[in-house]
C-alpha cells in the first residue's frame, strides 16, 4: 500500500518535471571501515533496491546518450562510485551484480601504485599508531582514547585537503616520521580487478592521478593529474576513458574553467561535479554535470528527495 502510494507520488513529479533529465547519485566508501564517507552496506543495498523498485537505472553512458538525442525515459538515474577503495570491488560490485545493475567508477589512479589514496594514509596512522600524541603542522594532539584520534583525524583531514599536492606531501610526511609508519594495508582497488569491473559491463571514469584540489594546483600540474589518469586507466582496460570527474568536485571551490577547457582538451566526453542537481542540458552541462548524494535511511524520504532533485 505505502509502495503504491510512493510510487504515485514519484510519478506525477516525474510527469511534471522529469523530462528528459538525468539523476546522477555519487557514492564513494561502502562498508564498515570506519571512514567518515562510508556508508553502511545494507543502506546501499536498500538504495538499490529502492532505485528500482521506483525509478529506472540505467548506465551513465547510455544515459547520456540517450538525454543528448532528447528520448531519455523519465525518472531515469545513473550511479556513480568516486575514488576507487577496494570496497567498489569487494561490496558494491557485488551487489550491483544481485541486483543486475550497472555503474561507473571514477578512479584516481596513484592508488594502483600506493595501494591506498592520502586521505587513507593519514587515517591508518592516526588511527593504528602506538603514540599517545602527535604534533602535526604545529599544533599538539593527544591521541590517548579512540574520541581524541578521531578529533585529530577530522582535523587533520580538514587542514590538509585545500593544500597543494608538494604541502599535503610534507605534512603527512611528519606523520610517517613521528609515527614510523612505512607499511601501509592494501585499501585500493588492483588493475586485475579494474578490469574485471569492466568487463562485466562497469563505466570506469577517470579521477585524476593523485586526487587533488586542481584549484589549488598550477595549469602544468592539473592538466597532467587529469592526463596522466586517463592515460593509466586507458593502459589498463584497453579502452578509450571517456568521462571524468573533478576531485571533491565543487565549481569555484576545487576547480573551475580553466579546468573545464582541460577536460576537453583531454579528449573526454563529459565531466561530472559533486554541486548538487539533474542534468537537464548537456550542452551548457556536459562539462560540470551536477550529481546528488543520496544518504536518507528511509524508502519515503530516499525516494522523495531523489523525485524532488528532477525538480530543477
Ligand atoms: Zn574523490
Redesign the pocket.
Known sequence: MITLFIKALVDSFLWCFGKNKLSILTY?RVGGTGDALAMDERLFELHLIWIKRYLRPINLAEGLALQAKGILPRGSVAITV??GYVDSYNIIFPLLKKHNLKATF?I?TIGFENGYLWDEKVAFIIMKTKLTELIFDNKNYSLLSDNERITCLTDCLSRIKYKTIAERDALIEQLVIQSQQKEMPQQFLTKEQTVELYKAGMGIGS?THT?PILLKESAGIALEEIKQSKHILEGIINSPIDYF?Y???KFGEDFDVTHIEMVKKCGFLAALSTDKGVLKDQKTDGFQIKRFTPWDETELKFVLRLALNYCQ
Open positions: 564513494h568516486d575514488d571514477f584516481s579521477h586526487h570527474a576531485p571533491n568536485g
